[in-house]
DNA sequence: TATTGGCACTCAGTGCAGGTGAGTGCCAAC
DNA sequence: GTTGGCACTCACCTGCACTGAGTGCCAATA
């Protein structure tokens, strides 16, 4: 059972190891942090810590380094929840302010993520499956080739090329547009699949082959709606935090692979403070063993939430990142939840 | 003046070195390649090679390595021009030929070319300076909150939020929008943002705020016709390639800021045979002096090419790398020019 | 009982010395 | 022009002693 004492110990571990990179011995926490008592008690007290396996001697003699049991205990009770510094809520404000549409916030939502926290930024699309369909157009490019065109009132555009086998004449184009639009739209992204699948065999039987291949364009659109896309920024960030080039290259992979990173996301909760974290070997089913992800909810309308947060080492600054991520998303929640 | 063996000579230490990435000895040469004379007289040819600073000795008694001048003479007169296995092409085909729409295009050969290549993949967005505008569409999202989108007949489609100071009547929404189209359709980028410039004066004076906002906001979207974007892949082979990691920060860097590659694919110009590379320290301006770029330019329409390429370590395989990208230009080319 | 100073011990890191070997440059001989 | 021979250089490895930060344990203390 581990003392009060004991816990400001290992807080002060974790904040100086964090800072400093190296393993911290009992001297180092008595004349930076003022406890009051003396090197050899601090030892008594690191002794409990490592039973608990809390904290770890790298070699025989050398300082302690937070295990990832203790970075857990750190997090879950010890991690100041200190606000941002009204410097940075104004940049945040500023900087996402100024965005033009939806792929505009999410980009400039990941930058700035990612230099608030000096690491790897990651935010998700919003999935909109209450989105419903406002608009669906239908362009000929070429005799054969179509673009189909998919707007929704979430402000969000799907494109999608259309290829037939023989070339088309451009009032059969219209009447198929018509239809589908008259199936579609004022619809859910589910209710409009749903319409659609059906659709083609209602035609006049010259239209069913046309109508059929953009139904199943359109339909695929909609599916697009619930596949789930990530944007991220930072990346060079792990070149500068990691001290060991080989750790970053599983980190760099996994960021290639999304769906990697977007399973992860999915298996994350909130605290009650919004934000989360899954710490180093949490992440070793992905790879990610030496890798901790700081992740909080966003809304974009009620019962619509996505995810974003940032990725680093294990030994990162919890509390900083943490602030950071919980205001960019309470801010990017009430960004769009305005409309 | 190094006479044809010493070339030979200088064929044989690039290849070796960069199978091994280990400096390349006589004796080592003599053994791997059948020159059919002894160590000394390959000696002899590498004095005059370091002589022309083709190569160098990184310590007094080590192997050589090729200088980047030896890269340069490598790249434009010994690196052969070897086609890509047919299981090769076959991949490229197949693996291309199942795209969607644009978008999904660059996506899937960004991605081919990093794992034909092993390296870092970049592909430039068309420009399309030639194309035209084919439809304007403006969606209502909210009473003052606008989707203006704007599609053109290379299929690609822009999309962007437009905010009304006070609410606007569909009717409005309707005659502007058919205005614009009047306006625009048929146009190339450049002569339908010159026609919407002077619109908003000649429409009725109830109309022209909205009008203004709206053509404005179209002729945002056009500008970004001729603002270059790059799509890549594959940056976690910087750190499998890569021995030392400080040296994949600058480059992680540079990733982050397309503007910088951007411009260095600008200032490249492709030889004979469509490829062309900058080595080493000829990129020393854009802080990536031990990195190489592979560039070939692709066509979309007569007169409309755009570039890509790949990244990588100095010491990277030129021959094959070229060979793909040249192989991929060349089918990107083909299957873009179709429409 | 908790805290403290003292002390022996451990072990990573560093600097030094010697040995090894891959590779070179030079030269005389072919 | 080519070759074998040879002395030379220097990165790299090994073993060794030394140093110092840090620990665990213990007896003394408040």
């Known amino acids: 059972m581990v003392s009060e004492r004991g816990l400001d110990v290992l807080k002060a571990i974790v904040h100086d190891y964090v800072a400093s990179r190296e393993p911290v011995g009992s001297k ?11 090197a050899a008690t601090i030892r008594n007290d690191m002794a409990l810590l490592e039973e608990e ?3 770890v001697a790298p070699h025989t003699s050398s300082g302690r380094v937070p295990t990832d049991k203790g970075y857990r205990l750190f997090v879950d009770q010890l991690a100041d929840r200190r606000p941002l510094s009204s410097a940075q809520r104004l940049a945040i404000e500023q900087f996402l302010g100024e965005s033009i549409d939806l792929d505009d916030v999410l980009s400039r939502t990941v930058r700035l993520l990612s230099q608030l926290t000096n690491q790897v930024a990651l935010v998700q699309y919003p999935s909109f499956t209450n989105a419903s369909v406002r608009h669906v157009e239908l362009v000929t490019l ?6 189909a065109v998919l707007i929704t009132d979430s402000g969000r555009v799907e494109q999608r090329i259309v290829e037939t086998v023989t070339p088309v004449d451009p009032s059969d184009v219209d009447r198929v547009k018509v239809a589908i639009g008259d199936a579609a739209v004022g619809r859910t992204i589910a209710d409009a699949a749903a319409a659609l699948e059906g659709l ?3 035609l006049d039987v010259p239209l069913q082959q046309l109508g059929r291949l953009v139904a199943d364009a359109v339909i695929g659109q909609l599916g697009h709606y619930r596949q789930d896309r990530l944007v991220l920024a930072g990346s060079a960030n792990l070149a500068r935090t990691e001290d060991d ?3 970053i290259f599983p980190v760099l992979e996994a960021l290639e692979q999304q769906v990697v990173l977007l399973r992860l996301f999915g298996e994350m909760q909130s605290d009650a403070f919004g934000v989360s974290a899954r710490i180093g070997r949490e992440n070793a089913a992905y790879g990610l063993s030496e890798t901790s992800l700081v992740v909080s909810d966003y809304t974009t309308a009620p019962g619509e939430t996505a995810r974003l947060g940032v990725l680093g080492p294990t030994r990162m600054d919890y509390s900083s990142n943490m602030a950071a991520v919980r205001a960019v998303a309470r801010y990017l929640t009430r ?5």
């Open 335 to 339: 960004l769009l939840g305005e409309s």
């Open 200 to 202: 083609p065999d209602d």
């Open 53 to 55: 396996e809390l904290i």
């Open 245 to 247: 080039f080989r750790s």
């Open 28 to 38: 180092t926490i008595v004349e930076r942090h003022a406890f009051g008592v003396s």
């Open 142 to 147: 070429a005799p054969s080739r179509l673009l």
